[in-house]
């Protein structure tokens, strides 16, 4: 049983969506050796950074995170709506009308 414990733990330390991206589509994306997990739904979207980023690096991953949004996506980022940082963030989009 106390073996089965690290195993949970190891199980929980993928990108988890917020609840309201329950739902969502998943997108794995590597750029510049980086790895990021994009949610979005038809009106939201939340991109997820993994692993470490040193502290100097942190604007260009931010950058490289916006960047990501219309490209999995399809669609547009309404930038005032944007929260978050490096590691994680959230906003708005407006998709084209199929």
Same mark, same amino acid.
């Given at each position: 049983m106390k073996a089965l414990i690290? &195993? &949970?733990i190891l199980c929980a330390c993928g990108a988890q969506p917020a609840p309201e991206f329950f739902?969502?589509?998943r997108v794995d994306v590597t750029r510049?050796?980086?790895q990021y997990t994009v949610f979005y739904t038809e009106k939201r979207v939340e991109v997820i950074r993994q692993g470490y980023a040193k502290k100097a690096e942190r604007e260009d991953i931010r950058a490289q995170m916006i960047a990501l949004i219309p490209e999995v996506t399809g669609c547009t980022l309404r930038e005032t709506s944007l929260t978050g940082d490096s590691g994680e963030m959230r906003g708005s989009i407006r998709c084209p009308r199929a």
């Open positions: 690290p &195993l &949970l739902n969502a589509k510049d050796g980086r």
